[in-house]
């Protein structure tokens, strides 16, 4: 809406110049686009520092599920290793027939059931983490990218602010 209003004012300002008291008209549409230009300028900044808050909180978001993952893929490394180390046939149906009764026999069968779920289930939370992790990441650069299109909008519009500044010294003086 603010660009509009500067589209407006330069507008009025070329039709002002054409008149015969144009220093007047000029200067006082000259104040009113710098004004607004201004507004401009404002929002941009206010834009832009919310967006580094998003980045901040995105950053600090991704840095906790890295950390999280870390762990996950710590503790499924040392199941693995402990996986690996009683490996054998042997020591599962040592384990199995070891038992003092056919229940705890049965239990025994569970719990290794068991087990193996649970390194599934840490294997399939690895997984969906670090899709998770990435979808983060992907949002943490789509946000700063939409910072630096404010930075350079901000930057296009104190061009122009500065341009309007020489357009009113140059109005003053004559």
């Known amino acids: 809406?603010?660009?509009?209003?500067?589209?407006?004012?330069?507008?009025?300002?070329?039709?002002?110049?054409?008149?015969?008291k144009v220093n007047i008209g000029q200067l006082s549409l000259i104040n009113k686009k710098m004004d607004l230009q201004g507004n401009v300028i404002d929002n941009i900044s206010s834009e832009i520092k919310n967006l580094n808050n998003n980045i901040y909180l995105a950053q600090k978001e991704v840095?906790?599920?890295?950390?999280i993952l870390d762990t996950l893929k710590q503790e499924y490394s040392n199941s693995m290793v402990y996986a690996y180390k009683s490996r054998s046939n042997y020591d599962f149906l040592n384990f199995i027939f070891s038992a003092s009764s056919f229940n705890d026999a049965v239990k025994r069968?569970?719990?290794l059931r068991s087990y193996r779920s649970y390194r599934e289930m840490q294997a399939e939370n690895i997984l969906r983490t670090q899709d998770m992790l990435a979808d983060r990441i992907k949002v943490l650069s789509g946000t700063k990218i939409k910072k630096n299109v404010a930075?350079?909008?901000?930057?296009k519009a104190m061009t122009q602010l500065e341009k309007?500044?020489?357009?009113?010294k140059v109005i003053v003086n004559k």
């Open 1 to 20: 809406a603010l660009k509009g209003e500067i589209a407006e004012t330069e507008k009025a300002l070329n039709e002002t110049r054409k008149t015969a």
């Open 63 to 67: 840095n906790k599920m890295g950390r």
């Open 109 to 111: 069968v569970a719990y």
């Open 151 to 155: 930075l350079q909008e901000q930057d």
């Open 164 to 168: 309007q500044q020489e357009e009113k």
